[in-house]
């Protein structure tokens, strides 16, 4: 009788640890990708690379995750599997989701107004979290990069103007709309909740907080996130990872917020992040925007950003190609990093590719 | 006057739109040429510092179609300096979470 108690027990035992694998110190490796579709992948993903023109797509790293095992890595020279990549606007979702812990630790409200953090927000009282969140703040943000650098906002906050204090640049940005009436994607929304977070914390456990609350639970050892004169995170732009890191973070919205044992993100957090942004047009992005997530789903009327993958895809995108897909359905995390300077990088390409791939 | 004088009517016209919009720029303006110094400065490091690359990988990374000179990495204090468009602008490497920043 006690013999097969202990059987059973046993036999749960080991279902329970067949059914979920996580990564420990290094990520398990499961059976990897072979065939001619993974040849069609690496055509599309790596072709011969110029580093002079740059031209053309450049991918510097392609991780491949299935249900928490590794099936697919490969990178390109001088990026290896411990390069601590800049992400760019990876960043943001990033902080969106070290937000998430502090959620969950009842640190703040998404209706809370984000001049309660930080008080160089009450020249606009009504802004909230959310807003910041969804990019419906309102304010008359200028995202372009290379090609208006006179007008941009995000050039001169992270290099001239706005460099000492980003959040502050931000904040004195004027309106263009009242809050939650329009959405228009702001990397100074981004750093203002940053800062907000600082003030929630106080900037003594702020300037650990990502570690404590989100990398070190995870694993993550290779992050860095660089951070203003002040001392204020560069939410919207500045955290680098390896690949490997990264995929961490998308096997953790893989799983809804949990972690091992852990519920580290509510699953109300989560959703928020999977929900579209209401005030979005069609065709104002290159996907559908969340919480500071991006999503795969179909906006009035026009079919979804990437046809190709499953509508539960979600992604952190960043400048110059940067991507973190993941696929809930699917149990795919597929960490991409590049330096796209053509803009001719798909992800919708990519990620068909790599369902070829995955098909047993 | 427009009617006697027309080109210089023209000209004087587009002199002055010309001096409102500087007038009206003249926050971005007065910036715009510190941008490609301090980028420079600042992706060089990060490139460099936090993401170990090898040097001349990272020169060829922080390349813009505008020129660049006085450009100088010291490894030992892991300082980056750059100029262009006469301003010059440098970047500090300052630990292995936090990065680079450029400095005042």
């Known amino acids: 009788m006690v013999k097969g108690l ?30 001619p579709a993974v040849k069609a992948l690496e055509d599309y993903a790596f072709p011969a690379r110029n580093d002079i023109t740059h031209a053309g797509i450049r991918t510097d790293a392609l991780l491949v995750i299935r249900d928490g ?21 990876i960043s943001k979702s990033l902080m969106a989701t070290v937000l998430g812990v502090a959620y969950g630790e009842n640190r703040f409200k998404l209706s809370d107004p984000a001049a309660r953090f930080y008080p160089p927000m009450k020249q606009h009282p009504n802004i909230t979290l959310a807003h910041l969140l969804n990019w419906t703040s309102g304010l008359d943000w200028q995202e372009d990069y290379e090609y208006a650098p006179l007008k941009s906002s995000v050039v001169a906050m992270l290099y001239t103007r706005g460099r000492a204090d980003m959040a502050q640049f931000a904040a004195d940005t004027t309106p263009f709309a009242a809050p939650d009436q329009a959405f228009r994607y702001s990397s100074g929304d981004s750093n203002l909740l940053s800062a907000a977070l600082k003030g929630m914390l106080g900037h003594k456990a702020y300037v650990d907080y990502p570690w404590t609350a989100l990398f070190t639970p995870l694993g993550i050892r290779s992050a860095a996130w660089e951070s203003d004169a002040n001392e204020t995170f560069v939410a919207s732009s500045y955290a680098y990872m390896t690949a490997r890191d990264l995929a961490r973070i998308g096997l953790l919205m893989a799983r809804d917020g949990r972690w091992g ?20 047009q069609a065709g104002q992005d290159s996907a559908v925007p969340g919480g500071h997530w991006w999503l795969n789903r179909e906006a009035q009327g026009t079919p979804r950003p990437w046809p190709d993958a499953p509508d539960d895809t979600f992604a952190a995108l960043g400048h110059w190609g940067q991507a973190l897909y993941v696929l809930p359905e699917a149990k795919l995390v597929i960490v991409r990093y590049g330096d796209d300077r053509d803009g001719s990088y798909r992800h919708n390409e990519l990620l068909k590719r790599v369902l070829a791939a995955v098909q047993p | 006057m427009i009617r006697r004088r027309p080109f210089i009517s023209l000209f004087l016209l587009l002199l002055l739109a010309l001096l409102g919009w500087v007038w009206h720029e003249r926050v971005n303006l007065q910036a715009f040429p ?21 040097a001349d990988y990272c020169l060829g990374y922080v390349k813009q179609y505008v020129p660049t000179s006085a450009f100088a990495d010291h490894p030992d204090s892991r300082l980056v300096t750059a100029s262009g468009l006469g301003r010059t602008h440098s970047a500090q490497w300052l630990g292995e979470r936090q990065g680079c920043r450029l400095l005042p």
């Open chain 1, 261 to 280: 044992e852990r519920q580290l993100l509510p699953k109300d957090w989560v959703a928020f992040n999977r929900q579209p942004v209401a005030q979005y």
């Open chain 1, 69 to 89: 095992e590794v099936i697919y890595e490969h990178y390109a020279a001088p990026t290896t599997a411990t390069t601590p990549h800049l992400t760019w606007s």
């Open chain 1, 6 to 35: 202990l059987c059973v027990a046993l036999l749960l035992f080991t279902v329970n640890a067949h059914a979920q694998a996580w990564p420990a110190k290094d990520w398990p490796q499961g059976a990897q990708l072979a065939g």
């Open chain 2, 34 to 54: 510190d941008i490609i110094a301090a980028y420079t400065a600042k992706e060089y490091c990060s490139c460099r510092y936090v993401a170990g690359n090898p």
